[in-house]
Each structure stands twice: as C-alpha cells, then as structure tokens.
C-alpha cells in the first residue's frame, strides 16, 4: 500500500486492559487513559496513521479455555461454544470502541470472524481492500483476537498478533508496537530482574527458554508465541521494528507512538 504517513501497529494486550486473572474485567480507567494518549499522539504526530488492535483479556480467553476452541470445532457443544467466545470477544471490543470514540477519535472495528477464513489458522482469505479505505480517509480501523472459520479446524482463534502477522505485508508498517503490563520480554520469567534489550531474527532458539505462558487464563501462548509470531511478521518484512513494552505508566503508550525506545526491541 502506497501511503505518505507513517503507519503503526498497535496492540493494546489483554493482559493491559483487562485483569487476566478474573473473568468479565475490563480495565475501564486504563482505556481511558490509552485512548487519549492515542489522541494526542495523533495530534503531535500529524504524519501518524495507525491501526489499533486489541487483545481479548479475561473475556475471550475464558470461554475459549471452556470449549477448546483453539484446537477446532467440530460438534454442537462446540459450536454454541464458538458463539459463546464471539460474544465475549465482542463484548470487550465494544467497551474498547466506546473508550477510543469517547477520546474523539475515528475508530471502525474489523472483526476477524468477519471478513478472515483461515486454515489451519493460516489466513486462506481476508478483505484488506476495506482497512485500506478506511485508512486511506483517515479513519482508524481497529482489529481484536476473535474467533474465524478455518477449513481443516471447522472453527479456531485468531490472536491480534496472526492478524497483524497478515495485514504487514500488505499495509507496510513501519513499526509494531505490543503493550502489555510487562515493561518488556524477561531473560529470567519469572524471577524478572533482566530484560532482553533486543532480540534478532535467528535468536529465538537461544532465547526460547526465557519465555513462558501468560499469567493470566490464554489460549494463545502467552509471551512464547507473541515473539515467535512476530519473529516471523519480521522475517517476511525485514525493515520492520517491534517493541513489546509495558503500558502501564501514564504516558507510556504516547511516548511509544511518538518514537521512545521503550521495552524490548525485536528486529532483523
Ligand atoms: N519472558 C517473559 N517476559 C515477559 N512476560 C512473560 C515472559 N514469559 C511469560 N510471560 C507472560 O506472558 C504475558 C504476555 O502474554 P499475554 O498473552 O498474556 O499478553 P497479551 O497480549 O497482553 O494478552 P492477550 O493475549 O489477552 O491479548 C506476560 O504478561 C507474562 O505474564
Ligand atoms: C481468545 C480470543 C477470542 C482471541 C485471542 O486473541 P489475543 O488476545 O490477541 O491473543
């Protein structure tokens, strides 16, 4: 995608904005406070573009752990279990929506159950063509963890960070930025006293025993798969810079968009 301004990925982490360790708990005051440092990220930096994407805490998570929907869907227990996790996830991009539209900002949601089929949790098709409109007239489109069909599991999960995964190929990016509660990926989780500064492309095997499950209730692999996928968003787009940083100080989120060297930095 040809574009002039500086685009972004941002994920605000379930772990961030919801309490991972207790079902229905969004952290209301938090979102607050990440939206309109989002806003006024987007008013000191009129050359930033972004897409938001969220993660689905203590509402999706809960009741895909329940029915296995990670693993696929196959009988009607299972499928009822599937809409029963659409609507947790959906519930959560609801309060996300109201909190970024209540900062004034241009937001429209693009669920992955929508408009992605996938295999093997593989994207087979997503309509792009619409976030780039949505893009290309200002707007921010927002994307969440959400459930999707996929064509050998019957049903499955698709986290943000597969999604983004997708969409940086074709959105071209010029960083992705992962918030979560941690102030970066831990060489020593969970005695946490040493954070990786950087990790490379080829250091995942060496650093792969550092990283564990999240804390919190999470069906798609906590910290070990957030860096392996996005070691593979990096592979297939090697200028790409990454940040997984904590978003728990005030301004944190803000100074991250504006360009601070927070957290760990993943990079080719
Ligand atoms: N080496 C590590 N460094 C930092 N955190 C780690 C490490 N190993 C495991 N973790 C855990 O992984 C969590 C991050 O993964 P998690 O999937 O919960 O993130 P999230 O994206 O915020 O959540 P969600 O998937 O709900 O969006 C951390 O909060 C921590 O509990
Ligand atoms: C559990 C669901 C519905 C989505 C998980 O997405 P993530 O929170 O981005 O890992």
Not at 127 to 145: M, N, R, Y
Not at 183 to 194: L, R
Not at 226 to 248: C, H, Q, T, W, Y
Request: aromatic share 6%; hydrophobic share 45%; glycine share 8%.
């Amino acid at each position: 995608m040809q574009t002039t301004r500086r685009l972004v990925f941002l994920k605000l982490g379930g772990s961030l904005i919801t309490d991972k360790a207790t079902a229905h708990t969004a952290r209301r005051e938090v979102l607050t406070r990440l939206a309109r440092e989002i806003s006024a990220a987007l008013q000191k930096d009129p050359d930033l573009s972004l897409v938001l994407g969220h993660g689905s805490g203590s509402f999706g998570h809960f009741a895909a752990q329940k029915y296995g929907t990670y693993t696929g869907v196959h009988t009607s227990l299972e499928w009822r279990g599937f809409a029963e996790v659409w609507k947790e996830a959906r519930a959560l991009n609801e309060i996300v929506m109201d909190a970024l539209v209540q900062a004034g900002l241009p937001v429209m949601a693009f669920p992955a159950s929508a408009i992605a089929i996938t295999s093997k949790r593989a994207v087979l098709r997503c309509e792009t063509e619409t976030l780039q409109k949505a893009l290309q007239h200002d707007l921010i489109p927002v994307i969440q963890g959400d459930v999707v069909f996929d064509t050998i599991l019957g049903g499955t999960i698709l986290s943000t960070e597969d999604q983004f995964f997708h969409l940086a190929p074709r959105l071209e990016p010029q960083r992705i930025l992962l918030a979560g509660v941690e102030p970066g990926v831990w060489s020593d989780y969970p005695a946490c006293k040493q954070l990786f500064d950087r990790i490379h492309l080829n250091d995942y095997t060496k650093i792969a025993p550092a990283l564990g499950a999240s804390a919190g209730v999470d069906v798609t692999g906590g910290m070990t798969q957030k860096v392996s996928r996005m070691l593979d968003v990096i592979r297939a787009n090697p200028r790409l810079e990454i940040r997984i940083f904590s978003g728990v100080e005030s301004n944190s989120i803000e100074r991250a968009l504006l360009g601070a060297e927070s957290g760990t930095l993943l990079s080719a």
